[in-house]
């Protein structure tokens, strides 16, 4: 952001002693845009899941960026792993489902993480049945 700031201050100087004023204002507009950008990213990577499972419980406590947690809890015997995929992406979605009720978990990993998690909770849920 220094490096951004310093080069967008520098430059705004140039096009400001030429006459051209109103670009000055631009080339801070964008660093204050990059800035919030910045921050919205670093507080979206807030978000993430812990899901544990045992013969007994699935438990899925997903926290929002904001620091809110909602808790999720399944038989895993009753529990129904669905995936979604698409022919050039791979795994677009995927959610628990079980006892009327559906969570959808893993929305903020990339694909390779996706198709990863996916794998080892299959395996954790077929070992968790005893199958």
Do not use: C
Not at 4 to 31: H, R
Not at 40 to 66: F, G, M
Not at 98 to 111: H, R
Request: hydrophobic share 45%; glycine share 10%.
């Amino acid at each position: 952001m220094g490096t951004l700031g310093v080069s967008s201050f520098m430059t705004g100087l140039f096009f400001l002693s030429i006459g051209a004023w109103p670009v000055f204002g631009f080339f801070g507009l964008d660093v204050v845009i990059v800035y919030v950008a910045f921050r919205l990213n670093y507080a979206a990577a807030k978000a993430h899941e812990e899901v544990s499972i045992s013969r007994v419980a699935l438990h899925i406590r997903q926290v929002a960026p904001s620091g809110r947690a909602r808790q999720h809890e399944f038989n895993p015997y009753w529990t129904r792993f669905s995936i979604a995929r698409h022919a050039e992406i791979g795994i677009t979605s995927m959610r628990v489902e079980g006892q009327g009720k559906a969570v959808i978990i893993g929305s903020f990993l990339n694909p390779d993480d996706r198709e990863s998690f996916a794998s080892a909770f299959q395996t954790a849920l077929a070992t968790a049945k005893g199958r």
